[in-house]
């Protein structure tokens, strides 16, 4: 599938996201995107997305219980997975692990579109001083076997859907707010914490 | 590792501490003696300990102690100018001590200077080869610059002398796990379960890496393990029973036509059935019918 | 006769407690003597290796039913096998104590010193209480004992006829000598008391083998059945999910 799309990520999904690799510094963490495609499949609408571990990522049982759960939850509202996203370990790295490219592989093979989102610490960072728009991760598209980088000028790519979203951020960065969020590894862990987050933004 | 109470008590003085209620020095030691990791805190009260004249003199010999400890932390923390302070205080204190040295590469690790660190590690190690923290150090640097097969050899050497040692074993096992080698990461938690046995966690660990790697016997052996970590832990552990939904759901469409399924294996899946809906409708009640909804598909019918 | 035997307060003044006051002190100064002269051991990698091996293998045998039989047997092999097993000894290998002490001059060194800092001092006071206290009778203990004590209490003194209680100035020597250790662990620290009988007893069996013990545990482990204990964790569980539902 080599579909040129153009993706665009809701506020609260990428909120989320990002919130989730900063509670979570010294590990790597990922999440799934929940979203739908447009009817002539050209763009892919992010709209929520859900945090998923911060712990051996790598081991699939854990894995396979939030996909099916997170599957039941949206297939209800006509959502789907329409993609994942990884924060790497370390604070400048840059490379996508076999482990996230697994699992984009298995996503891509019921919704082909599906982007991998990296988290782009450096330009994390600097949000406090520019004032970046877009959002900060790179994204990642299969392109026949193999994951790709898509560049700023490539022919996909990922907006926000509210430009103001990374002065949120920036604010919930300040007050605090990743401290709240919960993900898959929280709920199984204890299982009165909602991954959904609930009234994380309120 | 910290036991219930012990960690209650850490929570206790840490609120203690904060608001004002004084504590700061017994909440240290107990930090330092469990090792754990709340290097903020440290930094914060640690350092009004040693900057209050008084309160410092008034600890004795310890006080080279709290500098090693706030040194540490003000590594973890980045805040490199205030552990420099600490650990010329303590230069100057102990002008020939390997500990010192091993704090000051410590903080040319903190700087980004590897090769350095390394360097002055090594000839730590050339005095005392059995400097355990310095062997793990060596393990983190390659972890830090990414990279996790030099992080494995060094691993492997500090194993080779140091094969006790269930912490770096489990390291081991992560970074494994992290690099999806699941066979290595399984004769380390093998290893685990064997120095403690009635660790649910590794029982645990253990399983999920046998079920990732797959296949009919491997699944049937995470199913037991699965087994092993609900009885460990009383029920209580929802991943162990949610594995064991998984398991049977796994062998059912892999063991087909191989009906040799035990009566009490089907019983056991019902069971764990049951358990999730009461544990989830005692603790989690929006989220039952997704529940009943997943089992569904699971095909683990009550 | 015991009754009549009275003895000088000037005995008490400048026999008991001199001596009494000099043990304690030269204590004292042995322990900063031997801690001045103390190298840092360090420890041989090979016995540091080996105690780590036992470990290990003392955990397979305990837990062995823990792992599917198929990763304890090659544990096993890993440890017992006949070419490079860790828990193999290849013969003749096994060298004794005392050989490793000739080829490891800092090992002779070491208890050199340690026997200096214990005998010199001791030969001293020794031949200086032989010199002037010898001969006194020191003390008396409050209650009679039988002639067996002789020996022990009455050390120099060569009449029979004097009645066992009391004690002579060399056996009140001796018993400084030995039982001062408790007031040492309160002076000094508990671990830092100097333990003259431990260290005698060290000096007579030196250092444990190692190399045994490897043996030993490699049998044991040979002997092991392995019954895996998982099969019946199902079962188990089963119980203790219904107890949870009821």
Redesign the interface.
């Known amino acids: 599938m080599t579909g040129e799309s153009l993706y665009e990520i809701h506020q609260n999904a990428y909120l989320k996201l990002v919130l989730h690799a900063l509670k979570h510094r010294t590990s790597a963490v990922n999440g799934v995107l929940i979203g739908r495609s447009s009817a002539d499949g050209s763009a892919v609408e992010i709209i929520d997305s859900v945090p998923l571990f911060h712990s051996q990522i790598g081991l699939l049982p854990p894995l396979e219980i939030a996909l099916i759960m997170i599957e039941e939850y949206y297939g209800e509202k006509g959502l789907g997975i329409v993609g994942y996203f990884h924060a790497n370990e370390r604070y400048d790295d840059f490379e996508l692990p076999g482990v996230g490219k697994n699992i984009g592989d298995h996503i891509t093979r019921y919704f082909p579109q599906a982007p991998l989102l990296l988290l782009d610490n450096k330009r994390l960072e600097e949000l406090q001083k520019g004032k970046d728009r877009s959002p900060v991760m790179q994204l990642y598209t299969k392109d026949a076997s193999s994951w790709k980088l898509v560049g700023s000028k490539g022919s996909s790519q990922l907006t926000l859907k509210e430009p103001s979203a990374n002065t949120v951020l920036l604010d919930y960065i300040s007050s605090g707010k990743w401290r709240g969020i919960i993900d898959f590894d929280d709920h199984l862990d204890d299982i009165s914490k909602d991954w959904l987050n609930p009234g994380l933004f309120e | 590792m910290v036991s219930k109470v012990e960690e209650e008590e850490v929570y206790r003085l840490e609120n203690q501490v904060e608001n004002g209620g004084g504590g700061a020095w017994e909440y240290l030691c107990l930090v330092r003696k469990f090792k754990l990791r709340r290097s903020d805190k440290v930094l914060k009260y640690g350092f009004s300990i040693l900057n209050d004249p008084k309160k410092r003199s008034a600890l004795g010999p310890e006080e080279w102690d709290l500098y090693e400890q706030v040194a540490v932390a003000a590594i973890d923390c980045q805040r490199l100018d205030l552990a420099k302070e600490c650990v010329e205080v303590l230069q100057k204190k102990f002008p020939e001590s390997k500990r010192v040295g091993r704090l000051e590469s410590m903080l040319l690790e903190a700087k980004g200077l590897f090769a350095e660190a390394e360097k002055a590690y090594s000839t730590l190690l050339e005095d005392?080869?059995?400097d355990q923290v310095i062997h793990k150090r060596r393990v983190a640097i390659a972890k830090a610059q990414g990279n996790l097969s030099g992080a494995i050899e060094w691993l492997n050497k500090y194993l080779?002398?140091?094969?006790?040692?269930h912490d770096a074993w489990r390291e081991l096992a992560e970074i494994y796990v992290s690099l999806q080698m699941y066979k290595q990461a399984a004769?380390c938690y093998?290893e685990l379960?064997?120095?403690q046995?009635t660790m649910p966690l590794y029982h645990l660990a253990y399983a999920d890496v046998l079920y990732t790697l797959g296949g009919l016997e491997n699944l049937y052996?995470a199913?037991?393990?699965?087994?092993?970590t609900?009885?460990l832990t009383?029920?209580k552990n929802v991943r162990a029973?949610f594995g064991?939904c998984l398991c049977a759901s796994a062998i059912g469409q892999l063991g087909k036509g191989r009906n040799k399924e035990a009566k009490?294996?089907l019983?056991?899946q019902s069971?764990?059935a049951?358990?999730l809906e009461?544990l989830y409708k005692q603790q989690s009640s929006p989220k039952i019918l997704l529940l009943s909804s997943m089992l569904r598909s699971l095909k683990v019918s009550l | 006769m015991a009754d009549d035997l009275v003895l000088d307060t000037a005995i008490r003044d400048w026999v008991l407690i001199p001596l009494s006051v000099v043990m304690v002190l030269i204590g004292v100064l042995r322990y900063f003597v031997s801690k001045l002269m103390r190298s840092d051991q360090?420890?041989d990698?090979k016995v540091?290796?080996e105690g780590?091996?036992i470990?290990?293998a003392r955990?397979?045998r305990?837990?062995?039913n823990?792992?599917?039989a198929k990763?304890f047997r090659a544990?096993r092999f890993y440890y017992c096998n006949e070419e490079n097993g860790l828990l193999h000894v290849p013969k003749g290998q096994a060298q004794n104590p005392q050989a490793q002490m000739f080829s490891d001059p800092k090992m002779a060194m070491d208890m050199m010193k340690k026997n200096l800092s214990m005998i010199i001092p001791q030969t001293l006071t020794f031949a200086w209480v032989n010199f002037f206290f010898s001969g006194f009778v020191a003390a008396k203990i409050p209650f009679p004992l039988t002639q067996r004590f002789r020996g022990m209490l009455q050390n120099g003194i060569d009449l029979s006829t004097v009645d066992v209680s009391y004690v002579s100035s060399r056996s009140w020597y001796f018993l400084n000598l030995f039982g001062l250790r408790g007031l040492f662990g309160l002076i000094l620290g508990e671990e830092n008391a100097t333990d003259d009988t431990q260290r005698m007893m060290q000096m007579g069996g030196f250092g444990f083998d190692p190399t045994k013990s490897l043996g030993a545990e490699k049998d044991n482990l040979d002997i092991v059945q392995h019954d895996w204990a998982?099969?019946g964790?199902?079962?188990?569980?089963?119980a203790?999910?219904?107890?949870?539902?009821s």
Do not use: C
Request: charged share 20%; hydrophobic share 50%.
């Open positions: 005392n080869q059995f080779e002398i140091f094969m006790a040692d004769h093998e379960i064997l120095s046995p052996a199913k037991k393990y699965y087994a092993a609900v009885n009383g029920g029973i064991i009490e294996s019983e056991l069971l764990s049951l358990a009461k | 360090v420890p990698p540091v290796k780590q091996i470990i290990r955990n397979l305990a837990a062995a823990f792992i599917p990763s544990r998982l099969t964790f199902e079962h188990r569980a089963v203790t999910l219904k107890k949870l539902l």
